[in-house]
């Protein structure tokens, strides 16, 4: 299929656009393989999942599902994002598109269809998968999260000036884009990073409403005190040092 696509300011017919996955990991053998088997294969290129020192069988199970797999093993979300963007970084031909989701298959990987679409079609520069706006189970996200991402999205309006819903890390972004906002978090603040940035660089934004389930196994933020205080500092404190 062919589409139009933009790129500094230009206008070309292009064939269907190159879409890269990146799947940061620690310790989801029990959810991963399901991950990438549900992503549409006619879709994207490559499936990339970043390994993050996982104890587990995580890497075996997404190498069988037929994922790439690039191991990270310094911990922090952030650090496994970075190093997926490093492969990606060294293929000869680089991607138009990057789509981020989570490995504990909370999110329905064959949404990202609807993520990429207005990107492809509409010329948005990042599309954010909302859990808030979306179809949501209940105990998919703890009382604190539903909190912290409010807040966080509120701050973001209120000194950027730009409307978040959610900093869920489901999301599609141009790959010219990403070079762009030059990502450096490496660890909790990774997607408020990327939105923060965003705003500031005035980019083409939109957020769609997603589906979200109760994850498989126990979150390693949410899911313990210490995690949800770190990662809720974290993200306050990328808010307020990228004014």
Same mark, same amino acid.
């Given at each position: 299929? %062919? ?8 206008? @070309?017919l292009?064939? #269907?656009? +190159?879409?890269?996955?990146?799947? !940061? ?12 088997? &549900? ?5 994207v ?11 587990d ?5 997404? /190498?069988? /599902? ?6 990270? $093993? ?5 650090? /496994?994002? %970075?190093? *997926? ?7 000869d031909?680089? !991607? ?6 989570? *490995?504990?298959?909370? &999110?329905? $990987? ?6 990429? #679409? ?19 189970? #209940?105990?998919?996200?703890m $009382? ?8 966080? @999205? ?10 978040? @819903?959610?900093l869920?890390?489901? =999301? ?8 762009? +906002?030059?990502?450096? &978090? ?9 939105q ?12 769609? $409403?997603?589906?979200?389930?109760? =994850?498989? *196994? ?8 210490? *995690? ?9 404190? @990328? ?5």
């Open positions: 299929m %062919l589409h139009l696509w933009q790129t500094n300011n230009r206008i @070309t292009v064939q #269907k656009p +190159i879409i890269d996955v990146i799947i !940061p990991a620690y310790n989801e053998e029990q959810s991963i393989g399901n991950v990438v088997r &549900d992503i549409p294969k006619d879709f290129r490559n499936i990339i999942v970043a390994n993050n020192n996982s104890s069988k995580t890497a075996e199970v997404a /190498a069988e /599902a037929s994922a790439i797999v690039v191991h990270q $093993p310094i911990s922090g979300y952030g650090n /496994a994002c %970075l190093k *997926g963007m490093e492969y990606i970084a060294a293929l031909v680089k !991607p138009d598109i990057i789509v981020y989701l989570d *490995g504990d298959y909370s &999110d329905y $990987p064959e949404q990202m269809i609807d993520l990429a #679409k207005p990107i492809i079609e509409n010329g948005y520069d990042m599309v954010i998968g909302s859990r808030a706006l979306g179809n949501m189970e #209940k105990g998919a996200m $009382p604190q999260q539903i909190f912290g991402n409010w807040l966080a @999205t509120s701050l973001i309006k209120l000194i950027y000036k730009y409307e978040f @819903t959610d869920g890390p489901f =999301r599609a972004i141009r790959y010219d884009r990403l070079m762009e +906002i030059n990502m450096q &978090d490496k660890t909790f603040g990774w997607t408020v990073e990327m923060v940035k965003a705003a500031k660089l005035k980019l083409k934004c939109l957020e769609i $409403p997603v589906k979200y389930r109760v =994850r498989i *196994g126990v979150s390693k933020v949410s899911g313990t005190v210490k *995690g949800t205080i770190l990662a809720g500092h974290k993200i306050l404190w @990328t808010i307020f040092k990228l004014i």
